[in-house]
């Protein structure tokens, strides 16, 4: 199908308000045209101009199982024209939403019961905190209500969400954070760590800082922790040796509900199925969306554990209905879409593919990139990884953030056909291609990301930066 190009954008530029982009500079035509993408098969885009790139960041680290999936497109076709909507209030369901829950609920780690849907990571995420506080209220400590999230970590950018979100651009101009949220360190021993402190130690420091953190607010007020097993948009940072072992026991002794969220993390991106099963986490509550239904439709889920429900079931005769839910909570098309995305996932072992394809894009990344001049680290797990970029290798010293030496990366890929994200706090080249890639197609993105940081590198020269 053609499309009138010039009308489209025009009716873009005159209607759409655009996440995460600089309003003004769109209005005016300083950024160009709107991309407007039109089709899509595999790990592969192609927009209304007939340029193909290479989806190095799979959408939003969510195209898990590729473009193009006609099973999930014809599960969708049969949803709809069976039964398109109903609702879930007051015991209704659907054949694929009572499937689709016992599948979590078995599949998920931790001892989990039941699940809440939503539309998006950023309001399950806001379910999860309603729970914490709906939780702690019914056992009688009204007070244990402060969840703590982390620096640089990624939750969501709605009211509390948002909040949680530890991000000073998500708060400014937003009245944000919330008093309920307090954060503690980011786990990223590169920048973090002291001369000499080994991941451990460096790990058993973060766990101390969170046990006085929990301290001085007051343990019977620190009701809930929220983390994502890695950190995404913070920087697409794994978890140094032995952190969560720490965090665990300090979440232990004072009472504190672990949130997990694997928004990311969730149906194989770092390896196993669950990022919490990577790295040994007990989660009280999980958070999954995006590779759920990978995004073919909007569907995000709050796993809950037993220990939770246990609570809120046990209240019931005092307090009556629980009096939580969306229009769209549980959405039939969406169920449908899960269901046959999950059954992809696991008849291709894409966790599987994700550690073994993974392990090869993470060795490839370091052996292209480790030592350039201008890399600082090299860092991933699975197929999630990123390279950051120094000006001194020795001292870690950063560019001016002026140079934006990430973004012209980012763009130079793009150039030359590979989406590869620009991620923020710093001078970070982000990857979490489809977990179907290929190690012929993982050769392509390390192929065109090495050229790009070439042609910037050599610019940076030129422009008299040493490095």
Request: charged share 25%; glycine share 10%; with cysteine.
């Amino acid at each position: 199908m053609s499309i009138d190009t010039k009308a489209i954008a025009a009716m873009d530029r005159n209607s759409v308000l655009h996440p995460f982009t600089q309003l003004k500079d769109f209005a005016s035509g300083k950024l160009g045209e709107p991309t407007i993408i039109e089709t899509g098969k595999g790990i592969r885009i192609q927009d209304a101009y007939g340029k193909e790139l290479i989806d190095g960041f799979a959408g939003l680290y969510c195209v898990n199982i590729g473009y193009g999936r006609d099973e999930v497109a014809e599960a969708i076709s049969r949803q709809a024209y069976r039964l398109a909507y109903y609702h879930s209030y007051a015991a209704h369901t659907t054949d694929e939403l009572a499937m689709l829950s016992d599948r979590l609920v078995k599949m998920a780690p931790g001892q989990m019961s039941k699940v809440f849907y939503g539309m998006s990571g950023s309001d399950a995420n806001e379910t999860q905190a309603k729970l914490v506080w709906y939780y702690n209220n019914l056992r009688g400590k009204a007070n244990k209500k402060r969840i703590i999230s982390r620096d640089r970590g990624y939750h969501g950018c709605t009211v509390m969400a948002g909040s949680m979100t530890g991000m000073k651009f998500y708060h400014d101009h937003m009245d944000l954070p919330l008093p309920q949220i307090a954060h503690t360190g980011v786990p990223h021993h590169y920048w973090g760590s002291y001369d000499g402190e080994t991941e451990r130690e460096f790990s058993a420091r973060r766990a101390k800082e969170l046990d006085q953190l929990i301290e001085e607010l007051g343990p019977d007020t620190v009701g809930g922790f929220i983390a994502e097993p890695v950190l995404g948009t913070g920087g697409i940072t794994p978890p140094p040796e032995g952190y969560w072992e720490a965090i665990q026991t300090v979440l232990k002794k004072h009472d504190v509900l672990l949130i997990a969220d694997e928004v990311i993390t969730g149906f194989g991106r770092t390896g196993s199925m669950f990022g919490c099963q990577h790295y040994d986490i007990e989660p009280d509550l999980i958070t999954v969306a995006k590779g759920l239904t990978s995004g073919y439709f909007p569907l995000s889920a709050a796993i809950v554990g037993k220990k939770v429900y246990d609570v809120i079931e046990n209240a019931a005769d005092r307090i009556g209905a629980f009096s939580h839910g969306f229009t769209y909570s549980g959405h039939p098309i969406g169920a449908a879409a899960a269901n046959a995305v999950l059954d992809i996932v696991e008849r291709e072992d894409l966790a599987g593919n994700s550690r073994t394809v993974g392990a090869y894009f993470q060795a490839q990344l370091k052996e292209k990139f480790a030592q350039l001049p201008i890399v600082g680290e090299v860092r991933g797990v699975g197929l999630m990884a990123a390279v950051e970029f120094v000006t001194d290798r020795a001292s870690k010293s950063g560019f001016d953030a002026q140079m934006k030496v990430g973004a012209r990366i980012s763009k130079a890929a793009r150039d030359l056909g590979l989406i590869a994200r620009a991620m923020p706090h710093g001078d970070i080249l982000g990857f979490a291609p489809p977990l179907v890639t290929t190690r012929e197609e993982v050769d392509e993105i390390i192929d065109i990301a090495e050229r790009a940081v070439r042609v910037v590198m050599d610019q940076v020269i030129q422009e008299g930066q040493k490095i």
